[in-house]
């Protein structure tokens, strides 16, 4: 019985935690949607827990909960967004070997997904170029694919002009 019990224990435990884990990344899917807007809306001006809190709906203290630091904020949220359209775009794209045509479909999905999500694209238009994480994922990829592009021919400019094209995506 007393084996019983532990397994019982160790299996609400890991329930427990698979529970927690799940309402702290929705909670931190909030809070950073909320600080995605507000950060679009006030042109990158620091945002307070205050403010960040009632733009979630949440306390204050639930973003100290789920924030490492706040005064980085916008720093968290650029990576998340980064990290997840990485993993998007590549999932996506993970077919595609012509590499004119995983340009012009990176192009169309951030495009999209500027038009249906415009906090998001006010984000990212505000942001990219003074956040190094942001400014990596718009040039790394399309960088990568354009100089390919070139090696096989699809694209008809010396390589030197790549980041030239690059910046004008």
Known sequence: ARVWTRIAFLNNYVQN?????????????????????????????????????????????????????????????????????????????????DPAERVATGLRLFVRRAHEDQDWGRFLTQFTLSHATLRGIMHEPPARDIAHAVEVGRFKFVPAQIPAFVAML
């Open 17 to 97: 935690r698979t529970t927690m884990n799940m309402s702290s990344t929705r909670t931190r899917s909030k809070i950073y949607s909320a600080a995605l807007r507000v950060f679009a809306e006030n042109g990158g001006a620091a945002i307070t827990v205050s403010d960040l809190a009632d733009a979630a709906g949440i306390a204050r203290g639930t973003i100290y909960n789920n924030v490492s630091d706040p005064k980085n904020l916008l720093g968290e949220v650029a990576s998340a967004l980064s990290q997840e359209m990485l993993l998007r775009t590549e999932a996506t794209m993970r077919t595609v070997v």
